[in-house]
T-cell receptor, first 112, second 111 residues
Framework: DADVTQTPRNRITKTGKRIMLECSQT?????MYWYRQDPGLGLRLIYY???????NKGEISDGYSVSRQAQAKFSLSLESAIPNQTALYFC???????????FGAGTRLSVL | GNSVTQMEGPVTLSEEAFLTINCTYT??????LFWYVQYPGEGLQLLLK?????DKGSNKGFEATYRKETTSFHLEKGSVQVSDSAVYFC??????????FGDGTTLTVKP
């Protein structure tokens, strides 16, 4: 089984819909992250959480919200999806400062 | 501000050619440096890392040396294979615990 699992793997939705992307990890790490990947733009950080009670905005948090339900679970929500949120979304986890990040396989989201 | 600049792609090489992908960073302090690889349809995975100046990270024939004087961490491989075709990301972590990634360089290796 994968260390970091993202569901769903693919999602097509319509403008204005609320959707949730889920992430769970079995690494036992405290730190979790949500990124989006767009062609030519690399990875951009949306939100990050250093423990269950600590949630922080990243560089592109507008239009997104997160919930850290447990140490192992970190979900990303799009409150009202818009077409420019079409992207590949990755969840990641790490153990401590300066440590390696472990990524899920990604969720490909299309907003029509 | 903090940033990572990678050589632009795409890069296309023949099998057994020499590979260099340049990476420079702008950061305060002494960050840890990483190369991640993303194969088609997959998430990123660590390729190699270096945590202090002059360290050399290596894995699967790839190498990169932490050069603090030039703030660089260039990725090299002496003889690439078709299976090395992927997107390569340079990244660093600061003590603040967040990673900054480059834009990625797509490598295609032809038989």
């Amino acid at each position: 089984d994968a260390d970091v699992t993202q569901t769903p793997r693919n999602r097509i939705t319509k403008t204005g819909k609320r959707i949730m992307l889920e992430c769970s990890q079995t690494k036992g790490h405290d730190r979790m992250y949500w990124y989006r990947q767009d062609p030519g733009l690399g990875l951009r950080l949306i939100y990050y959480s250093f423990d269950v009670k600590d949630i922080n905005k990243g560089e592109i948090s507008d239009g997104y919200s997160v919930s850290r339900q447990a140490q192992a679970k970190f979900s990303l929500s799009l409150e009202s999806a818009i077409p420019n949120q079409t992207a590949l979304y990755f969840c990641a986890t790490s153990g401590y400062r300066g440590d390696i990040q472990y990524f899920g396989a990604g969720t490909r989201l299309s907003v029509l | 501000g903090n940033s990572v600049t990678q050589m632009e792609g795409p890069v296309t090489l023949s099998e057994e050619a020499f590979l260099t992908i340049n990476c420079t960073y702008t950061a305060t302090g002494y960050p840890s440096l990483f190369w991640y690889v993303q194969y088609p349809g997959e998430g990123l995975q660590l390729l190699l890392k270096a945590t202090k100046a002059d360290d050399k990270g290596s894995n699967k024939g790839f190498e990169a040396t932490y050069r603090k004087e030039t703030t660089s961490f260039h990725l090299e491989k002496g003889s690439v294979q078709v299976s090395d075709s992927a997107v390569y990301f340079c990244a660093y972590n600061t003590n603040a615990g967040k990673s900054t990634f480059g834009d990625g360089t797509t490598l295609t290796v032809k038989p």
